[in-house]
C-alpha cells in the first residue's frame, strides 16, 4: 500500500511573502521557443523582431537561422521602427514567402517582441488577418515573448494561453495534461496513467496540430510545469476544472501528482501502489544515492523559472537540504498552494527581485549552493560559491521517477566541483 510523508505540522501557505520589486536578471519570453518548436513538429514560430531577437534565439538554440528549423525572425529594420514602411504589408508578404516555402506548416506563431511592442505592431489583428487568408490548412495564431515585463517560461505560458480559445469545445471527461514535457516523458506519463485507468488522456502542447485536444466542462486537467498561470486561467474560462497538486519532480512528487489524478478518475487504492510503489521505489533509492553529497546542505533560490518552490520541495523533503531563501518571479497562490503546503516554514519566501538586495542577502548567508541565473553564476562563483545555472533545469528532463536521479544529480555536480577543486588546490599547495 502507497504511503507518503506527512506533509509539515506548520507549511508555507500562510507565511509572509516578502514582495520586492526592482532590477531583474532573467531572460526574455522568446527563449521557449527553444524548447516549444522541437515538441511541436508541424508549428512555426516567426519572431517580428530585431537582429538581436535573431541572434538570441540562435545562440539559446545552437543552429543557424538559415539552417531552416521550424522557428525564424522577421526583421523589423530601420524604416520600420521609424514609421516609414507598412509593417503589415511586409509581414504578410514574409508569411506567404514561408508558407510557399513550407508547405509542413500547419500552425504559425506570430512572436511579438520588444521592438514590435514599442511600435505598437498589432499582431493579434495580423494573425486574425494571416489565418483568413492561408485557412484551413493553416492556422494563425500569436503571442507576446516580450522580455520587458515577463520571465522567460512566461513564454510557453503565452504560447498555450494563446491556443486555448481556438481549441473545439469537448463532450465527455477527459484529462488533459497541460505543459510542454519531453517526448521521453510524455510517454513514461501517458503509460503510467493507461496503467491506472485514467483516461482519454490529452496533451497540451500536441506533437502534432491533428492532435490538439478538445475542450468542455468535463475536461479535468493538470499541469505538469509550475509556470503556466495564464494558460489555468484560460482553461478555467473555457470551463474545464484543474487538478490541484504538487508538481512531479522526484519520487514524492510524482507519486502526489499521479494520486491527485487517480482520486479524480476514482483509482483503487491497491491499483494504485500495484502502478506506482515499483518505479517509486526504484526513484527512491536512485535519489538517496545521489542525497548523500546534499544532505544538511544550504541551498538559495533566485528567481529566474518558476520552478523554484518544487524544485525546494524536492531538495528539502528527498535530498535533506535547507533552503534558506526561495525566490519565484511570481507565485500563483492557487497553482503552488500544495507545493507550498509541503515546505516546512522556516525559509523566506520571496517573489519578484531586485537583484541588488538579494545579492546582499545571498552574501550574508553564503550557503552551500545557489540557483541562479546565467548572468549571476560567474560573479558569485567568483567569491567563492557554488552555484547552478536556473536554465538548466529547464532544458533538461527532470519529471517524473525516473529522471528523479538525474535531478537530484543536477544540483550535487556543482557541489562535487567544488570538492574536487578543493582537493586539487590542497594537493598543489
Same mark, same amino acid.
Given at each position: 500500500? !502507497? ?5 509539515? #505540522?506548520?507549511?508555507?501557505?500562510? &507565511? %509572509? *511573502? =516578502?514582495? @520586492?520589486?526592482?532590477?531583474? +536578471? ?124 515577463? !520571465? ?5 505560458? #503565452?504560447?498555450?494561453?494563446?491556443? &486555448? %480559445? *481556438? =481549441?473545439? @469545445?469537448?463532450?465527455?471527461? +477527459? ?142 523533503? @528527498? ?111
Amino acid at each position: 500500500m !502507497t504511503t507518503l510523508p506527512p506533509p509539515p #505540522a506548520i507549511g508555507c501557505r500562510t &507565511v %509572509p *511573502v =516578502l514582495r @520586492e520589486r526592482g532590477q531583474r +536578471e532573467v531572460f526574455c519570453g522568446l527563449t521557449g521557443i527553444i524548447w516549444l518548436h522541437r515538441k511541436m513538429q508541424d508549428a512555426f514560430f516567426l519572431v517580428v523582431g530585431s537582429r538581436t531577437c535573431a541572434h538570441l534565439l540562435q545562440a539559446a538554440a545552437g543552429v543557424m537561422i538559415f539552417a531552416e528549423p521550424r522557428f525564424g525572425t522577421a526583421i523589423l529594420e530601420e524604416k520600420d521602427l521609424a514609421g516609414l514602411a507598412d509593417a503589415n504589408a511586409e509581414l504578410d508578404r514574409e508569411v506567404a514567402r514561408l508558407l510557399a516555402r513550407r508547405p509542413d506548416i500547419r500552425q504559425l506563431f506570430l512572436v511579438g517582441s520588444c521592438p514590435s511592442e514599442v511600435i505598437k505592431l498589432d499582431l493579434h489583428r495580423a494573425a486574425e488577418r494571416l489565418s483568413a487568408i492561408h485557412a484551413p490548412h493553416v492556422r494563425v495564431l500569436n503571442y507576446s515573448g516580450s522580455g520587458i515585463e515577463t !520571465t522567460f517560461t512566461q513564454g510557453e505560458d #503565452a504560447c498555450l494561453a494563446a491556443m &486555448v %480559445p *481556438v =481549441l473545439p @469545445e469537448a463532450n465527455g471527461k +477527459e484529462l488533459l495534461v497541460v505543459g510542454a514535457l519531453p517526448d521521453v516523458v510524455e510517454d513514461q506519463v501517458l503509460d503510467l496513467l493507461a496503467k491506472l485507468g485514467v483516461g482519454p488522456v490529452r496533451c497540451l502542447p500536441a506533437r502534432r496540430s491533428a492532435d490538439l485536444p478538445s475542450i468542455g466542462p468535463e475536461t479535468r486537467f493538470i499541469l505538469a510545469q509550475p509556470f503556466l498561470g495564464d494558460t489555468h486561467a484560460a482553461l478555467i474560462r473555457r470551463g474545464a476544472q484543474h487538478i490541484a497538486a504538487p508538481f512531479p519532480f522526484g519520487a514524492e512528487g510524482t507519486t502526489r501528482w499521479l494520486a491527485a489524478v487517480a482520486a479524480e478518475w476514482g483509482v483503487s487504492a491497491d491499483r494504485f501502489a500495484d502502478v506506482t510503489d515499483a518505479p517509486r521505489a526504484r526513484a527512491e533509492r536512485a535519489v538517496a544515492q545521489v542525497a548523500e553529497r546534499l544532505r544538511g546542505k544550504s541551498v538559495f533560490f533566485l528567481p529566474d523559472s518558476q520552478l523554484e518552490l518544487p524544485l525546494a520541495r524536492f531538495l528539502a523533503r @528527498e535530498c535533506g537540504m535547507r533552503a534558506v531563501e526561495i525566490g519565484t518571479p511570481y507565485l500563483h497562490a492557487e497553482i503552488m498552494g500544495p507545493e507550498l503546503d509541503l515546505i516546512a516554514a522556516g525559509p523566506t519566501i520571496s517573489e519578484g527581485q531586485d537583484v541588488d538586495l538579494q545579492l546582499d542577502r545571498v552574501r550574508a548567508a553564503r550557503p552551500d549552493l545557489t540557483v541562479c541565473g546565467l548572468g549571476l553564476a560567474n560573479p558569485l562563483e567568483s567569491e567563492g560559491l557554488s552555484t547552478k545555472w536556473a536554465i538548466e533545469l529547464v532544458f533538461t528532463p527532470i519529471h517524473l521517477y525516473e529522471q528523479a536521479a538525474d535531478l537530484a544529480s543536477l544540483f550535487a555536480r556543482p557541489l562535487r566541483r567544488r570538492a574536487l577543486l578543493g582537493a586539487a588546490r590542497e594537493a598543489a599547495e
